[in-house]
């Protein structure tokens, strides 16, 4: 999953170059270099809006793929996603030099595709102005638990209003059946495919639904579709006091820490304190007051990389009162967010005591980040959808394709532990391998996890039981 609030710059379609297609064109897919990358090829697939309507509305699914760069040793085709929800797979083609290995390039065409509702094909859009308004769910009271309610079912309707009739079709069975509509039109027989955090979870429900389509399958940052409300934040909120913890060890040893020798712990609570009467000064947005829940976000999305130098420094400057600049807001922007999260699980709405009581236990297991900030505007936010959910929650079944889980130990989105239980879930086609280090998303970390994952993708290889790699501390963990 993507940071808190994932709310993206909305973009516009590319306009395409026409070139002549290969002699594997694939069949209904007219390629034509992508305007923002011409080594790259893009085409779009019309997929019905609704499941079973082929007669009804259709919208354009934008695609983009690299060919193999050895075509005489091509395998087939790995579809790609970037997780989110609202992530672009068209970016992470465009990005793949940088992302994949130069074997994997070599050895698959690589296809991403922006899910529907997500960058390219046919976003969900919201008002600026609303998105801006979002209050903090750390709420103070019934009036603000209320208000709480009211403004995200506000924004729900907002956004549906903006986007179409797509915005009640987005959750990732959708996503998984446009996906087999692109192997298909792509001519292929079966795909390989790689996703990141929530694109994990398009990843399992396709090889559920298709498994004799899905020729190998990775996950990596595994979400767990089987997690009730409660354990989604408990074990979100275990999983960023432990990155938390993580960071404090981190700066009590490293010379890159502008906060060694000093209470890490006791400042960071001097932060939130501050936040939370209304006192401190955002250093790098000059007259907004951040409040408790906006603090804990700076921290989470700090884990993400890692970038432990940052938070110090973030610390160390909100406590001096250090100036800089913001940046002017769109009028609208991209929120996929709400409309793919609340199809695939259901969060029952709580009185503001139950509320209340579930922060409070929350608060009283992680004494330094409270609560998971992203575990808890994921949850806040499907209290504006309405009806029932189209894909909730459930086990994954057990899959004859060959899966590899793959989970980091000090993970702050996607916990750890979710990553055994889905291993678990699949059954013996399924391998879980561990990267025994920090940040989310493991591939391209350290040559052993990169290698792990590039032997399975290649050549089928699933690594020993219980097989780790160990984590690796960057030289300065998140400067520059």
Sequence with gaps: MRTTRPILVALLVPLLVLLPAPASAARGLVWAACEDDPTAQCAALRVPIKPGDGYGRKVPIAIARRVATQPARR???LVVNPGGPG?????????????????????????GFDPRGVGR???????????????????????????????????????????????????????????????RALGEEQITFYGASYGTLLGAQYASIHPRRARAVVLDSVMDHSVSAREFLAEGTAAVED????????????????LRGRNVRALWATVLARAAAGTLIDPYRPGFRPNE????????????????ASLATYIHDVLADAPATRSRAAATEENSFPAIFCADFSFPSVGYDSYVRRLRSLRATAPSMRVSSLA??????????????????????????????????????????????????????????TYDGWGHVSYGRTPCITDLIDRFLVALARPAPGATCPGVIPPAFGVG
Aim: with cysteine; charged share 25%; hydrophobic share 40%.
């Design 376 to 433: 808890l505007s994921s949850a806040v936010a499907c209290l504006g959808p309405t009806g029932p959910v189209a894909n909730p929650q459930r086990r994954f079944r057990r899959t004859s394709v060959p899966t590899l889980v793959v989970g980091s130990k000090h993970d702050p989105a996607t916990p750890y532990v979710w990553a055994t239980r889905v291993a678990d879930q699949l059954g013996p086609s399924a391998t879980l391998a």
């Design 87 to 111: 992530g672009s797979g068209v970016d992470m083609v465009l990005g793949a030099e940088k992302f994949f290995s130069a074997e994997v390039r070599a050895r698959f065409d690589i296809v």
């Design 243 to 258: 990155a938390f913890d993580e960071f404090v060890s981190w700066c009590a040893r490293s010379d890159d820490c502008v």
């Design 293 to 308: 829940f906006d603090v804990l976000d700076v921290a989470f999305g700090s884990f993400y990389d890692p970038q432990f």
């Design 121 to 183: 094909s046919n976003p969900v859009v919201c008002a600026r102005s609303l998105l801006d308004a979002e209050p903090s769910p750390l709420v103070a009271g019934k009036s603000a638990y209320r208000k709480l309610r009211i403004f995200h079912r506000r924004l729900t309707e907002d956004c549906a209003r903006r986007t179409g009739p797509l915005f009640r079709h987005a959750d990732t069975i959708s996503v998984a059946r446009d996906m087999d509509r692109l192997r």
């Design 75 to 77: 395998i087939g085709v």
